[in-house]
């Protein structure tokens, strides 16, 4: 196991800088997700650590060493791509094994290393098979196991299961939080899947452009975002956010200088006749999204079209009601997208604090 401590790292190709001096320490035993959209330089930073790119500056220390000029089979670390790179004329046997002779590790030693790999995987019944014979997620443990054998530091997974169907997406999600307790190896994951990254990390990292825009865990990076870029890309549907200028005329009582404002689409109550101590607007219910125990609309009216989440029976399209978020569930952003936190409202001689602190 190995802590890994990310200092000023820059990566620049040419005249585009795809990461942007990254400060970052992963936690010895951590399961870490880098998650951000496609081009964000959450890859790149995976195979900087791996030791497959060379960072443009700074430094990257896996455990206790500095391994800028460490080759990658000597940085302690194993890596699994989406692709699983397996031989195709191997057995499942002979993939696990064929690292592990490369090392020239002695035969009984290897046998030992491949049963007790495989059955923590799950492997057993396919050791004399070819790989064209199982399925994606069977290819996807080969894989795994084949990295498990190099007993490694640090296991880094690039989108590994983005080759899966939904199905067995979430199958494998399962299966990776418990190998993760299993090994108790620090697993770096990346991912451009939201879900994913909520759902196994102990610890999110979100990038965009390079920059790292909030490293947190999971619920913190949900209910406290840093910046408006967080607050809409952590959430399924993602974070109602507008223009303070759409809708101040249903905030008259507050008077800062606000950028954005954002609610989510859980936190709104929709009622014909909402009242209370919140931000209250009249709405036209456009689309209804009905799953089961909850159902999803979207409203509209002069400020734009938002998201609602609720649980109560689904009420009929072209409706005619009234959205409310109370205050306490306000999130405010200035012009530049950058949290605000602490802000006072003053409804009816009470002054409420919202917006976190």
Same mark, same amino acid.
């Given at each position: 196991?190995a802590?890994?401590?990310?200092k000023?790292?820059?990566?620049q190709?040419n005249?585009?800088?795809?990461?942007?001096?990254i400060?970052?320490?992963?936690?010895?035993g951590s399961?870490?997700?880098?998650?951000?959209p496609?081009?964000?330089?959450?890859s790149t930073t995976?195979?900087?650590?791996?030791?497959?790119?060379?960072q443009?500056s700074?430094e990257?220390?896996?455990g206790n060493?500095?391994v800028?000029?460490?080759p990658p089979?000597?940085?302690?670390?194993?890596?699994?791509?989406q692709?699983?790179?397996?031989?195709?004329t191997m057995?499942?046997?002979d993939?696990?094994?064929?690292g592990?002779k490369n090392?020239?590790?002695?035969k009984?030693?290897?046998e030992?290393?491949i049963e007790?790999i495989?059955?923590?995987?799950?492997?057993?019944?396919?050791?004399?098979?070819?790989?064209s014979?199982?399925?994606?997620?069977?290819r996807q443990?080969?894989a795994?196991?084949r990295?498990?054998?190099?007993k490694?530091?640090v296991?880094?997974?690039d989108?590994?299961?983005s080759?899966?169907?939904?199905k067995?997406r *979430?199958?494998m999600?399962?299966?990776l %939080?418990?190998?993760?307790k299993r $090994? /108790?190896t620090t697993? &770096?994951y990346?991912?451009h899947?939201?879900?994913?990254?909520?759902s196994m990390?102990?610890?999110?990292v979100i990038l965009?452009?390079?920059?790292?825009?909030?490293a947190d865990?999971?619920?913190?990076?949900?209910?406290?975002?840093?910046?408006k870029f967080t607050?809409e890309?952590i959430?399924t549907?993602a974070?109602n956010v507008?223009?303070?200028e759409?809708?101040?005329?249903?905030?008259?009582?507050?008077h800062?200088a606000?950028?954005?404002?954002g609610?989510?689409p859980?936190?709104?109550i929709l009622?014909?006749?909402a009242?209370g101590k *919140?931000?209250?607007?009249?709405?036209? %219910?456009?689309t209804r999204?009905? $799953? /089961?125990?909850?159902? &999803?609309?979207?409203v509209?009216?002069e400020?734009?079209?938002?998201?609602?989440?609720?649980?109560?029976a689904p009420?009929?399209?072209?409706?005619?009601s009234?959205?409310?978020?109370?205050?306490?569930?306000?999130?405010f952003f200035?012009?530049k997208?950058?949290?605000?936190?602490?802000?006072s409202?003053?409804?009816?001689?009470?002054?409420f604090v919202?917006?976190?602190?």
């Amino acid at each position: 196991m190995a802590q890994i401590i990310l200092k000023n790292v820059k990566k620049q190709f040419n005249d585009e800088v795809v990461v942007k001096n990254i400060n970052l320490t992963i936690q010895d035993g951590s399961f870490t997700v880098l998650v951000g959209p496609s081009g964000c330089g959450k890859s790149t930073t995976l195979r900087m650590i791996a030791g497959l790119e060379k960072q443009s500056s700074g430094e990257i220390w896996i455990g206790n060493r500095c391994v800028n000029d460490v080759p990658p089979g000597k940085r302690g670390v194993a890596m699994v791509f989406q692709n699983y790179a397996l031989y195709p004329t191997m057995t499942v046997r002979d993939n696990i094994e064929f690292g592990l002779k490369n090392k020239k590790v002695p035969k009984k030693e290897r046998e030992a290393l491949i049963e007790d790999i495989s059955e923590i995987v799950g492997l057993e019944q396919y050791l004399n098979k070819k790989p064209s014979t199982l399925s994606g997620g069977q290819r996807q443990r080969v894989a795994l196991a084949r990295a498990m054998v190099k007993k490694p530091d640090v296991f880094i997974l690039d989108e590994p299961l983005s080759n899966l169907d939904a199905k067995l997406r *979430g199958q494998m999600r399962s299966e990776l %939080i418990q190998l993760h307790k299993r $090994l /108790g190896t620090t697993f &770096i994951y990346v991912t451009h899947d939201q879900v994913e990254a909520m759902s196994m990390g102990d610890e999110i990292v979100i990038l965009d452009k390079g920059v790292i825009q909030q490293a947190d865990s999971p619920l913190n990076v949900y209910h406290d975002p840093n910046n408006k870029f967080t607050a809409e890309f952590i959430g399924t549907p993602a974070m109602n956010v507008v223009e303070f200028e759409k809708v101040k005329v249903f905030l008259p009582e507050l008077h800062e200088a606000i950028g954005y404002v954002g609610f989510r689409p859980e936190q709104v109550i929709l009622d014909s006749e909402a009242y209370g101590k *919140g931000m209250m607007m009249p709405c036209k %219910i456009i689309t209804r999204e009905t $799953l /089961g125990a909850e159902t &999803i609309y979207q409203v509209e009216n002069e400020a734009g079209v938002f998201n609602v989440k609720t649980y109560l029976a689904p009420i009929e399209e072209a409706s005619k009601s009234i959205i409310k978020v109370p205050y306490e569930h306000l999130y405010f952003f200035n012009e530049k997208g950058e949290r605000m936190r602490g802000i006072s409202i003053m409804n009816k001689s009470e002054d409420f604090v919202v917006g976190g602190v």
